[in-house]
């Protein structure tokens, strides 16, 4: 067991009770814990100005069937999914990290087709632009992610992932008004967007895991 009063564990008063209605309705997949930081690793995307029209259109046309859809407000691509980690692992388990993915270069994916996800327990749905492309690249690293996470006794990657960007959400599993024909009319906007081949052209250039308020980068070759 880690030491009491570790630098970086929060303070008694700021472990709060959760309460989803201070965002928007989400709930935790796991209790908060003092001590404990949520960890998460994954690709970032900085939106360009292009890609923002495209998500305006998709996000306006999804709330004809469900009017609660919100815009996501950052991007990225998970590559692990959100764990527990100790304090005192932090150090350890983003030093393996480095080490494991320094070898790996700069990769292009394309994610063009629209599908719609739900979270494990079912609280949250989400419409996503899922990978037709570069899947090989990034099974490659999900491999030495859940190598790290594996030397830490934590759960690895889901099995056969569906690598996606998440672009919009809502609360609960509306995933049913979400398939069907309000699928087929997004994946219709997405196809005849000006330029959606290159725009939905990925270069990825680090990887990225974020611990509780702790951002650490990995560039790639």
């Not at 859809?69 to 692990?80: D, I, R």
């Not at 069907?180 to 081949?197: N, P, T």
């Amino acid at each position: 067991p880690a030491p009491a009063g570790l630098p970086g564990d929060p303070d008694p008063e700021e472990t709060l009770s959760d309460d989803s209605a201070r965002h928007g309705g989400r709930v935790r997949g796991f209790p908060h814990e003092r001590g404990n930081w949520a960890t998460h690793v994954y690709l970032p995307y900085l939106a360009q100005e292009e890609f923002l029209e495209l998500l305006e259109l998709l996000v306006s046309r999804a709330r004809t069937f469900v009017p609660a859809v919100a815009a996501m407000e950052e991007f990225h691509l998970s590559l692990s999914q959100c764990v527990v980690l100790r304090y005192h692992w932090i150090d350890p388990f983003v030093r393996s990290l480095r080490e494991r993915l320094a070898a790996f270069h700069r990769f292009f994916c394309v994610a063009d087709q629209v599908k719609v996800y739900t979270n494990q327990n079912k609280t949250r749905t989400f419409i996503g632009l899922e990978v037709s492309a570069g899947h090989f690249q990034l099974l490659e690293l999900v491999s030495e992610v859940d190598r790290v996470l594996e030397e830490f006794d934590l759960p690895t990657f889901y099995k056969d992932p569906s690598f996606h960007i998440s672009l919009a959400w809502c609360v609960g599993d509306l995933s049913s008004k979400l398939e069907g024909q309000c699928l087929k009319e997004l994946q219709d906007i997405v196809d005849e967007f000006e330029d959606s081949a290159l725009l939905l052209r990925f270069q990825w250039e680090q990887i990225r895991c974020k611990s509780g308020n702790k951002y650490f980068s990995f560039p790639l070759r």
